[in-house]
């Protein structure tokens, strides 16, 4: 008797984390597909349930540092962006 009381409990707190995923109270997809990192193991969970924004700022820094191409420095110039002719179409129609 005593194990079905514990799988009852087992039962309803799963039940809790899917409504809570649902629901949007917390997020449990896999933001970073790398392993390890900040953002990943028992300080991750801890700090996206006690510290959300730290772990919100964290997983965007680390989205940052896998960037494929390094971010435009002040110097850098145009890089030959105004050059030619730009077309915009308002007519609302899809091609």
Do not use: C
């Not at 949007?24 to 006690?50: P, R």
Request: glycine share 14%; proline share 4%.
């Amino acid at each position: 008797m005593d194990w079905l009381i514990f799988a009852g409990i087992l039962v309803v707190l799963i039940g809790l984390g899917v409504l809570a995923q649902f629901l949007g109270w917390i997020d449990l997809s896999n933001k970073s597909t790398t392993s390890g990192g900040s953002g990943s193991g028992l300080a991750g969970i801890g700090d996206e349930v006690f510290h959300p924004t730290r772990y919100e700022t964290q997983l965007e820094q680390d989205r940052q540092t896998m960037l494929p191409a390094p971010a435009p420095v002040a110097g850098d110039g145009d890089k030959d962006i105004y050059k030619g002719s730009v077309r915009i179409d308002v007519s609302g129609r899809t091609r």
